[in-house]
């Protein structure tokens, strides 16, 4: 019995102190690495410039209007954030007031992409229209593999292949064709 007791305080107090993890290097309870920014923007500027084959005078030019164009668009997120707390915590809304935030948030939308417009032709400023466009590919296909590597469950799983064939639509190289319906 006084074993079985004494083995039962030893599991609970190592269940205590891993749960307590002081020194996590960085990751959440769950295991997974805490988000960092600056670590995110450093990996997509690095995977854009590799993908769109920009050189170093291009990316020392084209960076900061991009990161210029992401914080006026963040600001934008935010207020579409702002608007949609307040929307749920007032669960009492009539119709109206629904139209009016649909609106509003649609409003922003708009602006976001005219955001994105306007820098755009910045960006032509420092890059040709085709890098422009290789710039635009690798920032979606950057959103697609962040997704996978940062959200559990995804990546190399069974969403991103076809019930005929094992092998997946999307790989380091692109789609691929011989798996596209």
């Known amino acids: 019995m006084k074993k079985i007791i004494t083995f039962m305080l030893v599991l609970l107090t190592s269940i205590c102190i891993s749960a307590q993890n ?7 309870q769950n ?15 690095e995977f854009v410039a590799r993908e769109a084959k920009l050189t170093e005078a291009e ?20 207020q579409q954030r702002e608007l949609m707390m307040k929307s749920w915590k007032n669960a009492n809304q009539n119709e109206d007031e629904y139209e009016n935030l649909v609106t509003k948030l ?4 708009v602006e976001s992409k005219k955001v994105e417009q306007t820098y755009y ?9 085709k890098k422009i ?22 990546g190399n799983n069974n969403m991103n292949k076809t019930p005929n064939n ?13 798996n596209r319906k």
């Not at 032709?121 to 229209?129: A, D, P």
């Open 59 to 78: 990316s020392a030019k084209f960076f900061p209007l991009l990161n210029e164009m992401f914080a006026k668009q963040h600001q934008i997120v935010g």
């Open 166 to 178: 094992p092998q997946p639509r999307w790989n380091n190289n692109g789609w691929n064709n011989n």
């Open 106 to 109: 649609t409003a922003l939308e």
């Open 31 to 45: 295991g997974r690495k805490e988000f960092s920014p600056e670590l995110y923007m450093k990996t997509l500027n």
């Open 22 to 28: 002081p020194g996590n290097g960085g990751r959440t």
């Open 133 to 154: 466009f290789a710039v635009r590919i690798a920032l979606q296909r950057f959103q697609v593999e962040a997704l996978n590597r940062f959200q559990p469950g995804r």
């Open 121 to 129: 032709k910045k960006f032509h400023s420092v890059l040709s229209w």
